[in-house]
């Protein structure tokens, strides 16, 4: 399958009020979960499960053949119980790392914040972000 689609952005509304995104990455076969964000007033109407799951059916019209729910910290026993219950199996990631002045990195401070992904996102090109919208700028930044 040749995907000339990188991303998707799914986003939910509720009366012409966004309440939640999601970022789906594409690679090959599988659509990667990479980030989302919700208005924390607008949980009770569970936005983060109406995106998955426009997210998988958008997967599965168009010949994805895995839902990559991305990586999650062993200590987050909260979120890894979310994945599962939409029918996700744990594995183990391993990340390489290059010593960068001495120390070695915190891969539960990467896994579990923000950081990497406000550093990418002030690398993007102008076009894209705008692309993507203030709110989703406003959420990642």
């Not at 009366?15 to 990667?32: H, P, S």
């Not at 009770?44 to 729910?69: C, M, Q, S, V």
Request: hydrophobic share 40%; glycine share 10%.
């Amino acid at each position: 399958m040749e995907n000339k689609n990188f991303f998707k952005l799914f986003v939910a509304e509720k009366d012409k009020t966004q309440v939640g995104g999601i970022l789906l990455l594409a690679y090959n076969r599988m659509l990667i979960y990479k980030l989302g964000a919700c208005n924390k007033n607008s949980l009770y109407l569970r936005p983060y499960n109406a995106l998955i799951w426009e997210g998988i059916k958008y997967g599965i019209e168009n010949g994805f053949t895995i839902f990559n729910f991305g990586t999650t910290s062993i200590y987050n026993q909260g979120l890894l119980s979310f994945k599962k219950g939409w029918g996700a199996t744990n594995k183990k990631v391993y990340f390489y790392y290059y010593l960068n002045k001495g120390k070695i990195p915190e891969i539960e401070e990467y896994v579990d914040s923000f950081g990497i992904v406000k550093k990418i996102w002030r690398q993007l090109p102008l076009p894209i972000t705008s692309f993507v919208g203030k709110k989703v700028r406003t959420w990642v930044c």
